[in-house]
């Protein structure tokens, strides 16, 4: 959960939590070291009291002053650790071992015999048998010290008697905790503000890299470059320096787009340029056969007609095209006619005739043919002519169209060099590039597509190549009101 | 004026009979035993009388055995001052009265004082004591713990208050002006309240007849100091 935290967040918050645990660990070590020197802090200060005792109530037990040894006790015992909760105690006992004095009268009786009886389940030593300090360890932690009390000729008074039970042998838990807490308290205080502080200072540099990154693409880099922290810490030096790095590939990597881009764009002109001077060429070889005929046969009415009817159309064809490049020029086309595939085999003629190629046709309109012409004209001009060229010398091409109500193909097929589907693929794409020469399948492929058609090798014909276009036998309107 | 304080009357008589001091508030008994040596000053005012009783008090919640002198036998008993009234002489002839000797006590000690009394008996250090009852009353009354934790289970009959005394050789002059400065202080607003403090009503100069009892009990006390 840290973790998704922020730095400026994360930073005081690890180093409290650090401050935070080593108080702890630091109390837990000290309760163990208290623990142990505990008791022997508390034995000593019951080594001390007794001595101390001993001392003071002499002459008061020589003098049979129950009363101001009783004082003696009661003050004493106030030194005495546990004393003010009950759990430490103290007494005068007289030569017979008996209640002289104490500080808990309720608990060890005035006058009543205590050496060599039984207290707090543990049988105390006679009066003989003290005749030095005794400490009695008993089971639970609690201690007994015995001291005699002797006066100045060595005779035995009396003894000093001291209980401490065993809590007072724990570690004061309270007492160590206090310390930690109030660690606790002043690191939350103080570390918390200064650990932002610090947290800001130091991830101001990674906000403003960040910045930076996010800021590449939209900023000029010169000045996204003004923006980067220049710092002396290696790890932001190293990443600072990553991102220079990065925005001046990226100015080389937009100079070389930039470049790219008007390569292309002067590419396209190219390539527009050649497909227009390819389909305009590819009907003037007929276009002039026609005026040459028009010329040696032009006194016949019918020829003339009709020689003037192929130029006429072939122009539209031309027009056409170069209309079909100019955004405002709308050029009225009109549906496809079966004349029209007549023109574009007139047009074809000269190339059929040059290269020896025996061409047939064959022709299935089932139902009224409403594409556009022009294109039409060119597609069907473009696959016979590659047909007739690919057919070989002599060769035999065979260019068919059907069409009915849903649909109108177009398909040439000849006997030579098979054209599989991959190599079909691979000639539109270098017809798409920058050769000049050979646009007539590409130009095909994207009029095709362009009117939701079709234009593929027939993978079932069997020797030479078929090649099918085929497209929606509607009109424009049709086809963007269906789209 | 100044005051010293003693917790012995043996103490305080001394300092009297050696002119550290003029006057001194003292016992009963002690007056009645030295009255030779000494003359009546005042006596204190109490509940409207020159009069208190002694009193025999024991834990409060204290063992039951202890209802009165003759269940001390084999107890530890506590005393007040040899030279009181109400903390030695009475205990004393009380103890006579109910056939119990010292030796019979299993121990018994001086507390130096009618608190200290309180103070051992609440404590359990003793399991009774005599006390002065003007004391003890005002230690209750002032809420103090060795009374509030014992209670009364004897009182005695009517005794002088203890009075307060000067040596015999005091000048008399000086011994009629502290007289009317204590029997006048009801009449001016710092002796009330300095009576009301000592929860006293005020002073009289008394006769040393007031300690008739007192006297005729030294008499039967053996080892009291006067001659029967």
């Known amino acids: 959960m840290l973790s998704r935290l922020s730095y400026r967040v994360q930073i005081p918050l690890g180093l409290s939590l650090a401050v935070v645990l080593a108080a702890l660990l630091v109390t837990a070590v000290a309760a163990q070291i208290s623990a142990r020197t505990a008791r022997a802090d508390t034995l000593a200060t019951v080594d001390r009291a007794a001595q101390l005792l001993s001392a003071q109530s002499m002459p008061l037990l020589a003098a049979d002053d129950t009363w101001r040894v009783f004082a003696l006790l009661c003050n004493t015992a106030a030194f005495l650790p546990g004393a003010a909760t009950g759990q430490a105690r103290t007494a005068v006992l007289d030569s017979e071992g008996r209640g002289f004095a104490s500080s808990a009268p309720q608990l060890l009786r005035t006058a009543q015999a205590l050496l060599g009886q039984t207290a707090s389940g543990q049988t105390l030593p006679t009066v003989t048998a003290v005749t030095q300090p005794i400490r009695i360890d008993r089971p639970d932690g609690a201690i007994a010290l015995l001291e005699p009390i002797r006066s100045e000729d060595d005779q035995a008074l009396g003894f000093t008697y001291i209980e401490v039970d065993a809590p007072v042998f724990a570690a004061d838990w309270a007492t160590l905790t206090q310390p930690a807490l109030v660690g606790v308290g002043l690191a939350a205080f103080l570390l918390l503000p200064a650990g932002l502080w610090i947290g800001r200072r130091m991830t101001a540099p990674v906000l403003s890299v960040a910045h930076v990154i996010e800021c590449i693409g939209r900023i000029d880099p010169t000045e996204l470059r003004r923006k980067l922290p220049h710092t002396q810490d290696p790890e932001l030096g190293r990443i600072s320096a990553a991102v220079d790095q990065l925005i001046s590939e990226l100015q080389v990597r937009q100079r070389a787009e930039r470049r790219a881009l008007s390569a292309e764009r002067m590419a396209a002109v190219g390539r527009i340029t050649a497909a227009v001077a390819h389909e305009i060429n590819n009907p003037l070889a007929g276009l002039l056969t026609a005026t040459q005929t028009l010329s040696v046969h032009g006194g016949s009415e019918e020829t003339r007609t009709r020689t003037l009817d192929l130029l006429k159309r072939g122009l539209n064809q031309i027009q056409t095209s170069v209309a079909a490049l100019l955004p405002q020029a709308r050029a009225e086309d009109r549906a496809l006619e079966i004349d029209d595939f007549t023109d574009v085999l007139t047009l074809a003629h000269p190339d059929v005739a040059q290269r020896n190629v025996q061409l047939t046709t064959q022709v299935e309109v089932e139902s009224a043919m409403r594409v556009p012409s022009a294109v039409l004209r060119q597609v069907m001009l473009n696959m016979l002519l590659n047909g007739v060229s690919a057919a070989g010398e002599p060769g035999a091409v065979h260019a068919e169209l059907r069409a009915d109500a849903d649909r109108l193909w177009f398909s040439v097929a000849h006997a030579g060099k098979a054209l599989t589907q991959d190599a079909m693929e691979a000639k539109l794409v270098a017809e798409s590039g920058d050769d000049p020469r050979g646009f007539g399948l590409w130009v095909c492929r994207e009029i095709a597509t362009q009117y939701g058609g079709g234009f593929d090798v027939d993978s079932h014909h069997g020797q030479g190549t078929r090649l099918v276009f085929w497209m929606p036998n509607r009109e424009a309107h049709e086809e963007l009101a269906a789209d | 004026m100044s005051f010293a304080s003693r917790d012995q009357y043996q103490a305080v008589h001394e300092m009297l009979s050696n002119g550290q001091i003029d006057a001194a508030w003292t016992c009963g008994y002690p007056f009645v035993r030295f009255q030779s040596q000494l003359q009546l000053l005042a006596v204190p005012l109490y509940k409207g009388q020159p009069l208190y009783q002694a009193y025999l008090i024991r834990p409060l919640g204290g063992e039951v055995s202890v209802r009165g002198w003759s269940d001390m036998s084999g107890k530890v008993f506590a005393y007040s001052d040899p030279l009181s009234n109400s903390g030695w002489l009475v205990a004393h002839g009380e103890f006579a009265a109910a056939g119990i000797a010292q030796g019979n006590l299993k121990r018994s000690f001086f507390a130096y004082g009618h608190r200290n009394v309180a103070d051992a008996v609440a404590s359990r250090l003793a399991f009774a004591g005599s006390i002065d009852g003007y004391v003890w009353e ?90 029967a």
């Open chain 2, 138 to 227: 005002t230690m209750r009354l002032q809420g103090m713990a060795g009374a509030m934790q014992t209670e009364v289970i004897w009182k005695s009959r009517l005794h002088g208050f203890p009075p307060l005394v000067a040596a015999a050789g005091t000048e008399p002059a000086k011994l009629d002006a502290l007289r009317r400065s204590l029997i006048g202080m009801p009449n001016d607003e710092a002796g009330r309240a300095l009576l009301k403090s000592l929860n006293l009503d005020g002073f009289i100069a008394g006769q040393p007849g007031i300690f008739d009892s007192i006297r005729h009990l030294t008499r039967s006390v053996p080892g009291s100091g006067v001659a």
